[in-house]
């Protein structure tokens, strides 16, 4: 069974530090995704990565960045937090379409419940 | 702008009522789409999915949904729900304009399901 997993479940932080929500998939999948989750807004996509060292932006990338230096971990990175980032941040991976697994879902990490004070 | 529209926000039923849920998309060409569920206090996990074949499709826990290309839509059913199914629900979309790699989520139906 894939397993997501995000390295917090709570996290509370002050305004203008700088964040690191760690995520590691333990399936060998190339995309990885992080999206934030907010009330009455669904699910919308900050950053994609379909390789290491390799990122894409998503629908909502202001104000974040990430890393992906190994195939396994994808950080999202809040360079300076501010309160209107207060969500919860949910992790996902994917295997690569065409490569024996085409059209298979994401799956997901429990999240993170991120609060700045 | 490519986006999937759940009309329902919340919705309340008593045990053994017959759920549906819409979902309809504004893509075109070729589209794959997922159903996700969230329990509360759980990770999301994939009700069903439709990529090809049969428009209808059968997913975990009794659910269903069919894809009717002409209408964009994609819509849950479950012909009897139960207290367990209490949860939050989301369709999402991905397109060979993506490159099927993004998924595209709609804002989600919260379902209280009262015994």
């Known amino acids: 069974d894939v397993k997501v997993t995000q390295s917090s479940r709570y996290l509370v932080k002050r305004t203008g530090e700088k964040v690191f929500l760690e995520c590691v998939q333990d399936?060998?999948?190339?995309?990885m995704f992080w999206y934030r989750q907010d009330p009455g807004l669904g699910l919308r996509l900050i950053y994609f990565s379909y390789d290491v060292k390799m990122k894409e932006k998503g629908d909502i990338p202001e104000g974040y960045s990430v890393s992906r230096e190994k195939k396994e971990r994808f950080s999202l990175i809040l360079e300076s937090a501010s309160t209107n980032q207060t969500s919860m941040y949910l992790c996902?991976?994917?295997?690569?379409?065409?490569?024996?697994?085409?059209?298979?879902?994401?799956?997901f990490g429990d999240g993170t419940r991120l609060s700045i004070l | 702008a490519q986006s999937v529209s759940q009309h329902n926000h919340h919705v309340i039923l008593s045990e053994a009522a017959s759920l549906e849920l819409g979902c309809n998309y504004s893509y075109g060409g070729t589209v794959n789409l997922f159903w996700y569920v969230q329990y509360p206090g759980q990770h999301l996990q994939l009700l069903l999915k439709?990529?090809?074949?049969?428009?209808l499709v059968k997913g975990i826990k009794g659910f269903e949904a069919e894809f009717i290309k002409s209408k964009f839509s994609f819509n849950l059913r479950k012909p009897s729900v139960q207290w367990s199914d209490t949860a939050e629900y989301f369709c999402?979309?991905?397109?060979?304009?993506?490159?099927?790699?993004?998924?595209?989520f709609g804002t989600g139906t919260r379902l209280l399901v009262s015994p």
């Open positions: 999402a979309v991905n397109s060979m304009n993506t490159g099927f790699q993004k998924l595209v």
């Open positions: 439709y990529f090809s074949g049969d428009p």
């Open positions: 399936m060998d999948h190339e995309n």
């Open positions: 996902a991976s994917s295997p690569q379409p065409g490569q024996g697994n085409s059209n298979q879902p994401q799956h």
